[in-house]
């Protein structure tokens, strides 16, 4: 090591964050409901905190649904996936230790939207990751350490460490 290297290293040492990221697998199969997520469902009124409990059962509910590219594409099924849906939610939250259950509005929202996706979101999420591709490769700033959840009709996104 030259004495250039250990003068730089000492001069940003104090920048030097370390990370313990779980994988995704982990993440779907035994998520870490931390308190950030919990606060959230117990008072939703500022948070993406139930849009990430409806995505989560969004997602269990068409694994399970046995054709998981068509759940939420037939209207004629939707009181059905509605149901299991909302019992997927209830056990996610039962999970967690809470009593109350997230607002059926998410659900419906995301049973009415379906696999959609609309232009203007998916370029904000892809400058989204483009940014925090960049600071991984880069190797300045701090990225984000875990799940992104963007609100599109409140402009909002919040980070999760689950």
């Known amino acids: 090591m030259t004495i250039e290297e250990l003068t ?6 104090s920048q030097v964050t370390a990370f313990k990221m779980n994988s995704i697998r982990k993440e779907q199969e035994e998520p870490n409901w ?5 606060t959230g469902l117990s008072d939703p009124a500022d948070t993406c905190a139930p849009w990430l409990v409806a995505i989560k059962a969004f997602e269990k509910t068409a694994t399970k649904s ?9 209207a004629a099924d939707e009181a059905s996936e509605f149901a299991a849906m909302k019992e997927e939610a209830k056990t996610i939250t039962d999970a967690m230790g809470l009593e109350s259950e997230i607002d059926e509005r998410y659900l419906r929202e995301l049973l009415r939207y379906g696999r959609s996706k609309l232009h203007c979101v998916s370029s904000f999420l892809g400058g989204v990751a483009s940014q925090e591709a960049c600071k991984l490769v880069m ?24």
Request: glycine share 10%.
């Open 139 to 162: 190797s300045q700033y701090i990225p984000m350490n875990h799940t992104f959840i963007y609100d599109g009709i409140h402009g909002k996104g919040e980070v999760f460490n689950l």
């Open 8 to 13: 730089r290293f000492v001069r940003n040492c």
């Open 34 to 38: 931390f308190e950030d997520v919990m």
């Open 66 to 74: 046995g054709n998981a590219a068509s759940f939420a594409n037939n």
